[in-house]
């Protein structure tokens, strides 16, 4: 026992300050992307050819944030250096196009409906699905119940049931077996309830899109709330999806 | 059979072509003599379909490869003598539509259709529905037996599967796994590959194995192209994998912390297996290590300063998760819960071919970095660690003495490596060519074999990811234990859903 309150005592204080401080992110992290379409020679579409997922469009140049891997094959195919990497966590849209980027920065993101926003602004409960996610996505949903992102303080958790939820944070591209799976526990939330898309799977099928055995994301499925993209997103991304929705920012 | 190292490439036709019955031989023979199945596939030869085995040796370091050519859509099953190629003879059977006769467990792997229309293994139509989880499950009959069915949805944030429990009471008797739901297609769309794509899905075959999956795959292109990465290279793929490694183990100490209502470790370590994360975002940006490991070593270097806060931050990590792994050992109520439960026996780990960490919970000596060493691990050698007791509380020692020993390698590491570029280019693949590359991945062993084309292309390739081995292991340790004890048995092996279904 006083080993185990020596330790709590090392160990120390470690819930980060954000929302009200800035988020640690390394410096090579690849967040909102910058694109020059001024650098772009006419009918070059070198940057759309290297990209794994077709992101990435040209003529005008724009990147699709739902499909992106945040791989930077684009990036390093320009010769024209027209498109970067910001450390930008904030990636999070409400609506599909807006996921749609051609690098002029993002507008603020609207929160929920007012009525809705009146009942889970502070206190929401999301039930998870993985359908054919690859554990990247699920494993950094789950950090966010550690001590250093404590999602709790903010009335958000995660529940057993689909029952007890107030909406599904979907993960993976929804694979043709997982198809029924979603749709009944979708059933099993009562409503009014809301639908979170977390990753370039959910959103587009990411590296699996097209292929027959999945649902290329889950939007054909069910109307989607938020979209948070990213390969997998970091977690201070999911965060700032939430809390931005429940207009807690 | 023909001698192969690891992270070797042959010309395809120097792979013996055996008649059916010495192959058959060969496999049934593997156990007796210290070796091991990593992999056994079928692939399309011409019109009829030959079957692939990579037996490993790993007293020898030493794999032993060989093919047949089926006739007909049968073939005598391997099973009944030779427990270990159960899983790979049923997957064999749904992906080609041949059937193993006298398979004791036969039913399907993953609910997909055949790969050749008009070939079942189960006799059905190439229009007939194929519904995932609906098979003949085991049922155990009697008046006070209940079965247990849970999933695939699960109640955590994790990924699903099916689970049922044949229970009296409390008391289990039989768990059954059936998985499949995860399945998205990975090895068929690497035919014709290495595409653009491939890469990226690598890196998310089972993405908590990133480092792992990515490096058995750079380790095929590098064979299959007669390139090799730079040592600097190797170096970081290295740090890379037993960051990795670290990460997870971390976690799972805390998540078995957690199912014993422990708290202070589940929560210190769950903060410890980021900070590990991190400083492999620190290398690469990303927690996972997406983009690290590419063909020819790794994509990105780092300089003095970036080496420094590397280092710094390893040992800031070490004393802390020493002193949470400490708490673990040191209290009572919790080796109380950890001893004794969800037993394997060192026989049944060694009949079912488990690896990694369940295997070396059970005294088996299977470390691919230490038996079949390829890239830096040729170089530095990890000691192998082992316990005895097959319980949960083995399988969580065994990742303590790893965690010690990769902090060890990752600070040395950092402390020379090679001079010189971090990557160089790869040559593409060799027409006709035939590869195997193994990583010992954080749960255990990786495999990848490819197969390549007159137009050097991959004509085959096959993933087996640690968890294909290990799930019925998982099931084995639920023998006669209590059905609440089984979140604890889960997490000690912590198996992959999407690295078993692809």
Redesign the interface.
């Known amino acids: 026992m006083l080993r185990a309150l020596l330790a709590r005592w090392n160990q120390g204080h470690r819930t980060a300050g954000y929302p009200g401080e800035p988020p640690s992110l390394p410096d090579r992290f690849r967040g909102r992307p910058v694109l020059d379409a001024s650098r772009c020679p006419d009918g070059c579409r070198v940057c759309a050819d290297a990209c794994p997922t077709g992101a990435v469009k040209t003529d005008p140049l724009r990147l699709d944030l739902g499909s992106c891997l945040f791989c930077v094959e684009c990036q390093e195919a320009c010769p024209e250096g027209a498109i970067g990497f910001t450390s930008d966590h904030r990636l999070a849209e409400r609506a599909r196009e807006d996921l749609v980027t051609s690098g002029d920065g993002r507008k603020r993101m609207a929160a929920l409906e007012a009525r809705t926003l009146r009942l889970f602004r502070r206190s929401l409960k999301l039930r998870q699905v993985s359908a054919g996610g690859c554990n990247g996505c699920e494993a950094d949903v789950n950090v966010l119940g550690t001590v250093v992102f404590d999602l709790a303080r903010f009335g958000i958790q995660f529940v057993a049931s689909p029952r007890h939820a107030d909406g599904l944070l979907i993960t993976g591209p929804v694979t043709a077996h997982m198809k029924a799976a979603l749709a009944a526990t979708w059933e099993a939330v009562p409503p009014p309830r809301i639908v979170i898309a977390v990753g370039a799977c959910a959103i587009s099928g990411g590296p699996y899109a097209g292929h027959e055995e999945v649902n290329d994301g889950v939007g054909s499925m069910l109307s989607v709330d938020l979209y948070v993209p990213g390969c997998p997103p970091h977690p201070y991304t999911i965060l700032d999806g939430l809390l931005g929705l429940l207009d807690r920012l | 059979m023909i001698e192969l190292a690891n992270a070797a490439a042959v010309p395809l036709v120097r792979i013996p072509e055996l008649p059916f019955e010495a192959f058959r031989e060969a496999v049934l023979a593997a156990p007796g003599q210290n070796r091991r199945v990593s992999a056994l596939f079928a692939a399309p030869s011409g019109e009829r379909l030959a079957l692939y085995v990579v037996l490993a040796d790993d007293e020898d370091s030493v794999l032993w490869c060989a093919r047949t050519t089926l006739d007909g859509d049968s073939f005598p099953s391997m099973t009944p003598e030779c427990p270990e190629v159960h899983l790979f003879e049923r997957e064999i059977a749904e992906q080609w539509g041949v059937r193993p006769v006298g398979h004791p467990w036969f039913k399907p792997v ?3 259709r055949s790969r050749r229309p008009g070939h079942d293994a189960w006799g059905r139509t190439d229009d007939e529905p194929i519904t ?1 989880g609906v098979t003949d499950f085991f049922r155990v009959e009697g008046d006070e037996i209940h079965e247990v069915a849970v999933g ?2 699960h ?6 599967g099916h689970f049922r429990f044949q229970c009296h009471g409390e008391h289990v008797f039989h768990l059954e796994i059936s998985l ?7 090895e068929r ?1 690497l035919i014709g590959g290495p595409h ?2 491939s890469i ?2 690598m890196e ?5 194995t ?1 480092i792992g999956h990515a490096t058995a795959y750079c380790q095929v292109l590098e064979a299959l192209g007669s390139g090799r990465a730079t040592p600097r290279g190797h170096a970081w793929r290295g740090v890379a994998l037993e960051l990795e490694r670290l990460a997870n183990h971390t ?1 799972d100490l805390g998540a078995l912390a957690g199912d014993v209502a422990f708290l ?1 470790t589940a ?2 370590c ?2 410890l ?2 900070d590990f994360l ?1 400083m492999t ?8 290590g ?2 690290l490991v590419r063909p020819g070593g790794a994509a ?1 270097d780092a300089d003095g300063d970036r080496i420094a806060e590397l280092r710094r931050r390893l040992d800031a990590a070490e004393k ?1 998760v020493t ?2 792994a400490r ?1 673990l050992w ?2 009572a109520s919790v080796m109380a819960r950890f001893e004794e439960t969800g037993r394997v026996s060192r026989e049944t780990a060694a009949s079912l071919g488990l690896v990694g960490p369940a295997a070396r919970a059970c005294g088996l000596r299977r470390d691919v970095r230490k038996t079949h060493p390829a890239g830096i691990f040729q170089v530095v050698h990890i000691p192998l660690s082992t316990c005895e007791s097959g319980d949960v509380f083995a399988r969580a020692y065994v990742r303590w003495l790893e965690m010690e020993r990769s902090i060890d390698y990752v600070r040395a590491q950092l402390g020379e490596l090679p001079r010189g570029d971090a990557r160089r280019v790869c040559p593409p693949p060799r027409p006709g060519h035939f590869a195997v590359s193994l990583v010992e991945g954080w749960r255990g062993e990786v495999c990848h074999v490819a197969l390549t084309g007159d137009d050097g292309r991959f004509a085959a390739y096959k993933v087996v990811d640690p968890s294909f081995h290990n799930w019925t292991g998982l099931a084995m340790a639920l023998r006669d234990q209590q059905i609440s004890d089984f979140p604890l048995c889960n997490k000690s092996f912590n198996l ?3 690295g078993h279904d692809l």
């Open positions: 993953r609910f997909q995932v695939p949805v109640a955590g944030v994790i990924e699903p499949g739901y995860q399945h998205r297609g990975a769309k653009k794509r990226h899905q998310t075959l089972a993405g908590d990133t976690g202070p929560a210190f769950g903060r297996r980021g991190n975002a620190l290398l690469c940006g990303s927690r996972f997406r983009g990105f802390d002193e949470a708490l040191d209290t992959s859903y999407c």
